[in-house]
């Protein structure tokens, strides 16, 4: 048989694993930090109307510039950040904020230019940057999971990065960040300022969105995403704010009609019905602080969380604990540093037979 090593690969690719968070079919996942509530009736009514109107005209490309769909996507986002003062042309869109990231590391990284991140943090960074041929730097986050804004910024100007990754609230540890840190790095950072907002709807109210450090700095990019709280994961639609001129560097790299016209109409019926699909994350926020207390009550370790998952442990065999929750048909997520284990929060039903079966595992 054939194996990749046999092909004439990258070099700097063979070796490499693939991005592999299990899917595996279980009455209760809870590894990859969806919505656990599905489209109502009525959505799902709106979204095959929307899917059939642009069917009669699927031998067409799409509008290449998503331009209807932007404006839908910023006028969320005012209303999200009050005073965002975003327009269609701060708003670029595509297929998962994966595909925003990478288009984002094809225009301002490449071969001979760097990525400084601070791990513990979203496991796909590192994996885009490689894929885009550029360097990636951990730089640690503090033993907390926090960032100390002191050492965020030497380790800026240690390694003179061409991006930079901030990821708040941060996966897998669920810890915001605060702003003033956000705008120690950039005010140090020589290069593009990326801070991947893909859990923003989940933060504690009072947190601040860094869309409010837009005005003025055109090397901020925010990223968010509609796979989480927005409950579309299986749309993949990503987006990101930035200055106008971070939107016109990504139509260099971006493939001409990268957003299906069914993509684009999906986007924008899921938006129209905003406070529907956002009507959870309340319900959400509830089960996640509650999950946290009996977590601390059991007597693990559990981190601060602004986001719909909880990093607890520590384990001195996580895999066994993992296999053991599995057995029972709860999928959780081994990542993170050695010892901790994720688990996304569900439905009271699905955090129930979670509780039952971490009790029942040790
Ligand atoms: C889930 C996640 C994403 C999302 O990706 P999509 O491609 O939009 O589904 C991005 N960043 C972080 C930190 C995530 O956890």
Request: charged fraction near 10%.
């Given at each position: 048989m054939t194996s990749l090593n046999d092909l004439p690969i990258r070099d700097d690719l063979r070796g490499r694993e693939p991005y592999g968070a299990p899917q595996l079919d279980v009455p209760v996942a809870l590894n990859t930090n969806e919505n656990p509530y599905p489209p109502s009736d009525r959505l799902v009514k709106a979204l095959a109307e929307a899917v059939a109107d642009v069917a009669g005209g699927l031998n067409r490309y799409p509008d290449r510039d998503a331009m209807a769909l932007r404006e839908d996507l910023a006028a969320f986002l005012n209303g999200d950040t009050p005073g965002a003062g975003l327009t269609a042309r701060h708003v670029w869109a595509a297929n998962g904020s994966n595909e925003i990231l990478l288009q984002i590391l094809q225009a301002f990284g490449g071969p001979g230019r760097?990525?400084?991140g601070f791990e513990p943090s979203y496991s796909m960074h590192p994996i885009i940057t490689r894929v885009s041929g550029t360097r990636w730097i951990d730089a640690r986050r503090d033993e907390d999971f926090g960032l100390d804004p002191g050492r965020a910024v030497a380790a800026v100007e240690e390694h003179r990065p061409d991006v930079?990754?901030?990821?708040s609230p941060n996966n897998p540890t669920g810890t915001a960040l605060p702003l003033e840190t956000i705008e120690a790095v950039l005010a140090a950072a020589?290069?593009?300022v990326v801070v991947d907002e893909a859990y923003a709807e989940f933060r504690r109210a009072g947190t601040p969105s860094a869309l409010t450090l837009l005005p003025g700095r055109p090397?901020?990019?925010v990223t968010r995403t509609m796979s989480k709280a927005?409950?579309?994961a299986g749309t993949r639609l990503g987006y990101l704010a930035a200055d106008p001129a971070v939107v016109d560097a990504l139509q260099l790299?971006?493939?001409p009609y990268h957003l299906s016209a069914v993509t684009q109409a999906v986007a924008r019926t899921a938006i129209a019905h905003e406070a529907d699909l956002l009507s959870t994350v309340g319900m959400l926020r509830r089960e996640r602080d509650d999950l946290v207390?009996?977590?601390r009550g059991e007597g693990f370790e559990v981190a601060d969380s602004d986001a719909n998952f909880v990093l607890f442990g520590r384990f001195p065999d996580r895999d066994r604990v993992w296999r053991a929750l599995l057995g029972k048909g709860v999928l959780i997520r081994q990542v993170g540093p050695p010892g901790w284990l994720r688990v996304s929060v569900g439905t009271p039903e699905e955090m129930a037979a979670f509780r039952n079966a971490i009790k029942e595992s040790l």
């Open positions: 760097s990525v400084v930079v990754f901030l990821t020589p290069g593009m090397r901020l990019i927005f409950a579309m790299v971006r493939m207390a009996w977590l």
